[in-house]
């Protein structure tokens, strides 16, 4: 398995694009023509392992349905076919499928992508972001305690297993729920989800 992380130029569009993708926590892989692999980000390159692979600048699936998938995918929207796929699952051995989302790039934008002509998105429905707690504290008034309840919550823990894990009757947690929910303006617990993984995008952390 070849591990490469091709570096653009500094101050490069292309440098630029990579590094806001690092920070929201989504892997980016830029491809030339014949599916060339031009450059990942680090997010991207956390994912090269048992399920994908790059070899000889290309970028390959080590699951054979799920490889035959992605080049075709690839190849269609290299070929600019009309109506091509655009997000795929790519099943994996020991974890849920990853999120692949492809996006042509404009030709009036190639060359400063150093001939890129598609994007490449990872999505890990494994990896769950957590917006940084200062950020709950100073902008929502919530405690310590109910920010660390609001991401056990975005991360899909019940409240029984977050009364468990933290030695606290379920009838607390219930309370700091409620809490967190009025703090925040919402008012069910799938909204606030929704509304946290929000905040989590744009602000938290990236790994």
Not at 141 to 164: F, H, N, S, W, Y
Request: aromatic share 6%; proline share 5%; hydrophobic share 45%.
């Amino acid at each position: 398995m070849q591990h490469l992380r091709t570096n653009p130029p500094a101050f490069s569009p292309a440098r630029c694009f990579l590094r806001v993708f690092d920070a929201l926590g989504f892997g980016v892989v830029l491809i030339g023509d014949a599916r060339k692999v031009l450059h990942l980000n680090g997010q991207a390159e956390r994912h090269l392992g048992p399920d994908v692979t790059l070899r000889s600048e290309r970028l390959y699936a080590t699951n054979g349905a799920a490889d035959r998938m992605l080049q075709a995918l690839l190849t269609a929207h290299l070929d600019g076919e009309d109506g091509a796929r655009e997000i795929v699952g790519l099943q994996r051995r020991e974890w849920r499928p990853l999120i692949l989302r492809v996006v042509s790039l404009p030709e009036n934008v190639r060359a400063a992508f150093e001939g890129a002509r598609l994007a490449l998105f990872f999505v890990d429905p494994e990896f769950c972001p957590e917006p940084p707690p200062e950020l709950l504290l100073q902008a929502f008034g919530l405690t310590r305690r109910e920010a660390k309840v609001a991401t056990q919550l975005m991360c899909g823990c019940t409240l029984q297993e977050i009364a468990d894990e933290t030695g606290v009757g379920i009838g607390t947690v219930r309370a700091q729920t409620k809490a967190i929910l009025a703090k925040t303006g919402t008012n069910r617990q799938a909204e606030l989800v929704g509304f946290l993984t929000r905040l989590a995008i744009v602000s938290g952390k990236s790994a």
